[in-house]
């Protein structure tokens, strides 16, 4: 066998081989891509649908918040006005008595 048979033999070959692996070579980058595709649209999707489901959790608790803010708004009125009924006689008391010393002192 001569060298040019030997260097030819060796060319198919390495030229077959790289047909296979270029042919392998795209059919693997177009299969990586499709999945990565699709991976990213289910991905983009689910975040969608977190957001969403945030979003309503968020504006229920946001009212909730609003509520509980009112109902004790109300509960601490309720609670001054009764503090302030239940001392009034008490502070009258000792206006009248700080008057009464007032009287003697004069």
Do not use: K
């Not at 909730?64 to 006005?81: F, G, N, Y």
């Amino acid at each position: 066998m001569s060298f040019l048979e030997m260097f030819s033999l060796l060319a198919s070959g390495i030229t077959i081989f790289g047909l296979i692996v270029g042919v392998f070579s795209v059919y693997n980058g177009r299969t990586t891509r499709r999945e990565i595709g699709g991976l990213i649209r289910e991905t983009q999707a689910e975040t969608q649908r977190l957001i969403r489901e945030t979003h309503a959790d968020t504006q229920t608790l946001i009212r909730a918040t609003h509520d509980l803010i009112a109902r004790e708004a109300e509960a601490t009125r309720q609670l001054i006005r009764e503090t302030h009924e239940a001392t009034r006689p008490i502070l009258q008391g000792i206006t009248e008595i700080l008057g009464r010393i007032e009287e003697r002192v004069r």
